[in-house]
C-alpha cells in the first residue's frame, strides 16, 4: 500500500493536474469527489482495527483471549478493499465497484505516510550534544517508563485539531515493519556501534515468545551492571562492547547483544601447523580432495579442421616416401643391368663386376627410407680399370663362358 501511494506520487509531480484528472474521471463515472470527515476516517480506522483486516492487510498477527492467532478467511487484499469499499460506501459501489477500492487504498495510504511523518518526531535523539534520549512510545500510548520529554510530544501529536487519528495510527501501525522497523543499526562513530531495537525480537534463547511492543526504547546493554548508569538509560559506553537501544520491558526476558563473551568463556585458537612436511601434505592432499576436475572441453570446429589437416599431411608424407622408395629400387635395377651389359661387352672384368655389384648392394641398403645415390656420384667414386696391352698380351677377359663359370 505504502509502495502504491509512493510510486503514484512520484509518478505525478503535480498534484492540482492530478486532482483536476481525478475529477474529471470521477464526473464521467457519476461519482462525486469523497470527502473524507473526521467521522469517516474514524470509521474507517475502525474497520482496520479488526484483527481479520489487520491480518489481511498489513500482515498484523493479533490474539484472541485463548492465545490463538487470529486468521484470515482466505481473501486477497483486493477483496478486502471491496468489503471495505461496500460497507462504507453501498450506494457508490454498485455504480463503480473498483473505483471505490481505489479510492479507500489511496486514503489508506495517506494515512500511513501522514503517520509516519509524525511519528519521526518520536525518533528524534535530542540534537546538540545530547546522546541517545529516549522518545519512544509504546502503541498502547505512554506508560510510567514514558520519560517527560516523550510525553511532551505526544501531547502535542495528539492534541493537533487539524490531523486527531496519531493515536489510533500509532496503536494500527507502530509494530508494523515497513512503517517502524524492528531495529536500526548506526554506523561504527566516535561513540562506537549502537542498534536500538523498536519491536520484540522474533525469538529469545530459551525458545520463549517475546512479549509486545510496549515502553520506550532505551539503552540496555548491561544496565543492569553498570553502577553509574545514566538516570535516563543510557550507561556509558564502554570499549569492545557497542550500546544496545531496546525496549524497557523487553528487559525481562534475554536479549541477543553484540558483547563479547568473557574472557573465562573465550575459545582458545589452536595454531595452525605449516612448518612441518607432514602438516603440508595433509593439506595438500585436502586441497587436491577437495579440488573440483574441471569437465573435458569438447572439441570445436577449428580443432576438428586442424586434426583433419595434420591426419592429411601424415598420409601424403607415408605415401611419398614409399613412391621414393620404389624409385630407389627402379633404380638399383636399371643399374644391375647396366653392369651385366658392360660385363658382356668386355669392357669390365669379372672381379670388377662382382665389385661393382657389391658395392650397389651395400649403397641401396634401406632402400624402402631412403633414395638412392646419384648415379654421376657413384661414376666419381669408381675405380679405374687396369690397363691392358691387347698386341702383347695373350690371354684377354673376353670368354663369357669363364665369367659363367667363375659366377
Not at 483471549?65 to 460497507?87: M, Q
Not at 450506494?91 to 489511496?106: F, H, P, Q, V, W
Not at 493515536?167 to 536500526?184: D, E, G, Q, V, Y
Not at 633414395?371 to 669408381?382: E, V, W
Amino acid at each position: 500500500m505504502e509502495s502504491e501511494s509512493g510510486s503514484q506520487a512520484d509518478k505525478n509531480p503535480h498534484p492540482a493536474a492530478s486532482t483536476k484528472r481525478k475529477r474529471r474521471k470521477h464526473a464521467a463515472t457519476g461519482i462525486e469527489t469523497i470527502k473524507w470527515t473526521k467521522d469517516l476516517v474514524n470509521t474507517l480506522l475502525t474497520i482496520l482495527e479488526r484483527p481479520e483486516i489487520q491480518k489481511k492487510m498489513f500482515g498484523i498477527s493479533v490474539l484472541t483471549e485463548d492465545g490463538d492467532e487470529v486468521r484470515s478467511n482466505g481473501d486477497t487484499k483486493s477483496k478486502c478493499l471491496n468489503s471495505i469499499a461496500r460497507e462504507l460506501f453501498p450506494a457508490e459501489c454498485d455504480i463503480d465497484l473498483k473505483s471505490m477500492s481505489s479510492r479507500i487504498a489511496g486514503k489508506i495510504g495517506n494515512l500511513q505516510d501522514t503517520y509516519r511523518k509524525k511519528a519521526a518526531q518520536l525518533k528524534q535523539t535530542g540534537g546538540g550534544l545530547q546522546e541517545d534520549i529516549p522518545l519512544y512510545v509504546p502503541n498502547t500510548g505512554p506508560d510510567h517508563d514514558t520519560a517527560a520529554l516523550a510525553r511532551n510530544i505526544w501531547d502535542r501529536l495528539i492534541s493537533d485539531e487539524k490531523w486527531p487519528f496519531f493515536a489510533r495510527c500509532h496503536r494500527l501501525w507502530a509494530t508494523r515493519n515497513s512503517t517502524i522497523p524492528p531495529m536500526t543499526t548506526t554506523g561504527v562513530g566516535p561513540c562506537g556501534q549502537s542498534s536500538t531495537v523498536y519491536q520484540p525480537l522474533n525469538g529469545n534463547e530459551d525458545g520463549s515468545q517475546s512479549s509486545p511492543l510496549s515502553g520506550i526504547a532505551i539503552l540496555a546493554g548491561d544496565i543492569l551492571n553498570i553502577p553509574n548508569a545514566d538516570p535516563l538509560g543510557a550507561p556509558t559506553p564502554r570499549s569492545g562492547s557497542p550500546p544496545l537501544i531496546i525496549d524497557p520491558l523487553l528487559l525481562g526476558t534475554p536479549v541477543k547483544e553484540n558483547h563479547p563473551p568473557p574472557p573465562s568463556a573465550a575459545v582458545p585458537k589452536v595454531p595452525v601447523k605449516t612448518s612441518s612436511g607432514s602438516s603440508l601434505s595433509d593439506m595438500a592432499q585436502k586441497a587436491q580432495a577437495s579440488a573440483k576436475k574441471l569437465p573435458q572441453k569438447a572439441e570445436s570446429f577449428e580443432d576438428k579442421v586442424l586434426k583433419i589437416s595434420s591426419d592429411g599431411m601424415k598420409l601424403s608424407h607415408e605415401r611419398e616416401q614409399a613412391r621414393l622408395a620404389l624409385e630407389s629400387r627402379k633404380l638399383c635395377l636399371e643399374e644391375r643391368r647396366q653392369i651385366l651389359e658392360e660385363k658382356k661387352a668386355g669392357l669390365l672384368t669379372t672381379p670388377q663386376a662382382r665389385k661393382r655389384l657389391a658395392s650397389l648392394d651395400d649403397g641401396h641398403k634401406g632402400v624402402s627410407s631412403t633414395p638412392t645415390r646419384n648415379r654421376k656420384h657413384q661414376r666419381q667414386q669408381r675405380q679405374a680399370s687396369e690397363d691392358w696391352d691387347c698386341e702383347n698380351s695373350t690371354r684377354l677377359p673376353s670368354s663369357d663362358g669363364e665369367f659363367e663359370s667363375e659366377a
